[in-house]
């Protein structure tokens, strides 16, 4: 069965700093990758998927199929950038997301 | 476009007593999803619809939790009777097709005292 490992329950940082959340997976086939969001009282929204490779609020995650990771990185962090972040991964053909527990970032002034 | 809308946003009620939630997904989506956010757990899947029908409820306890989506559109999910380890928020979402992800409601906090 799928899972998604998400290892850190809170991270912290100064902002302009550097910022990684991490992510690995368990799946044998291929899975499709997503970052989802949660702010502060807002509901939960895609940040990125990884067969877009494309980079958002300066976000960006490489999928990695020999370390099984889809880690989370940000060059210059921001206090804006203080949320729930969920990885979550789809297998091929589905629809179902599995989702990791969640970490959450809070970036200091 | 409007959001995923559902309600009602909070609702506490006492064990055994029954309860039930309503989504109305954005417009055009065929797919419909339920998740259950138990306190610093990620979202799990109790069920999926694909227009009025049920892809994937293997995660439903079915002997007290049930849903449906008669016409395609809107979706109700019920319990019956509740548990305190209900105590969650339920989630619904939709989506389009699997390239576009999800759109998720701002969901139903229950609390089961």
């Known amino acids: 069965a799928q899972r998604v490992t998400q290892p850190e329950k809170l991270l912290s940082v100064f902002k302009g700093a550097p910022v990684e959340l991490k992510c690995n997976y368990s799946y044998s086939g291929s899975p499709e990758l997503f970052w989802y969001v949660q702010y502060s009282r807002q509901r939960l929204q895609l940040l990125l998927r990884h067969i877009s490779r494309e980079s958002i609020k300066g976000f960006t995650a490489d999928l990695n199929k020999g370390e099984t990771s889809f880690h989370l990185k940000k060059p210059f962090a921001q206090e804006e950038d203080s949320a729930m972040y969920y990885c979550?991964?789809?297998?091929?053909?589905?629809?179902?997301?599995?989702f990791g527990k969640g970490t959450k970032l809070t970036v200091n002034p | 476009e409007a959001g995923v809308a559902q309600s009602p946003r909070y609702k506490i009620i006492e064990k055994r007593q029954s309860v039930a939630f309503w989504c109305n997904p954005i417009s055009g989506h065929a797919t419909l999803y339920w998740y259950q956010q138990i306190l610093g757990q990620g979202p799990k899947l109790l069920i999926q619809?694909?227009?009025?029908?049920?892809?994937?409820d293997s995660q439903l306890p079915k002997d007290r939790f049930s849903a449906e989506r008669l016409k395609g559109v809107d979706s109700t999910l019920k319990i019956q009777p509740a548990k305190l380890e209900d105590s969650a928020v339920y989630l619904c979402?939709?989506?389009?097709?699997?390239?576009?992800?999800?759109?998720f409601g701002s969901g139903t906090r229950l609390t089961v005292v």
């Open positions: 619809f694909q227009n009025n029908g049920v892809v994937d």
């Open positions: 979550a991964l789809t297998k091929g053909g589905s629809e179902k997301l599995v």
């Open positions: 979402a939709s989506s389009f097709n699997r390239v576009n992800g999800y759109t």
